[in-house]
Nanobody, 113 residues
C-alpha cells in the first residue's frame, strides 16, 4: 500500500522557519519524483516544489529562494525546509508521488503574528 505520512506543520511567526517531513512507504522510493503542494482555503491546490529521483529540484516562483526540497532515500523521506515564512504561505501542505497519484494527508502551516 502506497502511503505518505507528513509531519512538521504548525504555527510560526512571519520570518520564521519550519521543516516539513514526508515519510514514504509501499513503493520504490528512490526512483520516484516527489512533490510538495499547498492549498489555502477557497483556492486551488498548487505545486510548491518538486524533486526527481536523481535529485533535480524545481520551485514555484513564490517560494524560490526561501524553500528547499530535499530527500533522504535511506530514510525514504522527503523534506521541505521553509525559511522566511510569510502569511501568504499559510495553507495545508501535501506530499505527493506523481507516479502513484498518491497524496499524503496534509499538514497545516499557519504563518501569523
Amino acid at each position: 500500500q502506497v502511503q505518505l505520512v507528513e509531519s512538521g506543520g504548525g504555527l510560526v511567526q512571519p520570518g520564521g522557519s519550519l521543516r516539513l517531513s514526508c515519510a514514504a512507504s509501499g513503493f520504490i522510493f528512490s526512483t520516484k519524483d516527489m512533490a510538495w503542494y499547498r492549498q489555502a482555503p477557497g483556492k486551488q491546490r498548487d505545486l510548491v516544489a518538486s524533486i526527481t529521483g536523481g535529485g533535480s529540484t524545481a520551485y514555484a516562483d513564490s517560494v524560490k529562494g526561501r524553500f528547499t526540497i530535499s530527500r533522504d532515500n535511506a530514510k525514504k523521506t522527503v523534506y521541505l525546509q521553509m525559511n522566511n515564512l510569510k502569511p501568504e504561505d499559510t495553507a495545508v501542505y501535501y506530499c505527493y508521488v506523481p507516479f502513484h497519484n498518491n497524496w499524503g494527508q496534509g499538514t497545516q502551516v499557519t504563518v501569523s503574528s
